[in-house]
């Protein structure tokens, strides 16, 4: 198992948190992660591994940080 802090950003917060550290199986993607809460990966506007931009693919290892961004509007 590993220990991943998850940071929801905007209304990914709504009925979840703020960031919380999870544990999960080795091999998990970014995409398991925004499966396993409930959220479509289309309404991902920005997902940070580490602080870096990149595809939901990647795996995770222990210790690593993901935030979530959903779509930013406004005028």
């Known amino acids: 198992m590993i220990k991943v802090e ?3 950003f905007a209304y990914f917060r709504e009925g979840r948190w ?4 999870i544990e999960f199986k080795e091999g998990t993607t970014l995409s398991d ?3 396993c809460l409930g959220i ?3 309404e991902v ?4 591994l580490n602080g ?4 939901a693919s990647r795996q ?3 210790g690593d940080v993901v935030s979530l961004f959903p779509p930013v509007g406004g005028g």
């Open 33 to 35: 992660i925004i499966n």
């Open 40 to 42: 479509k990966e289309e």
């Open 45 to 48: 506007s920005m997902l940070l």
């Open 52 to 55: 870096i931009d990149g595809p």
């Open 6 to 8: 998850v940071r929801l």
């Open 60 to 62: 995770l290892k222990d």
């Open 18 to 21: 703020k960031k919380k550290v």
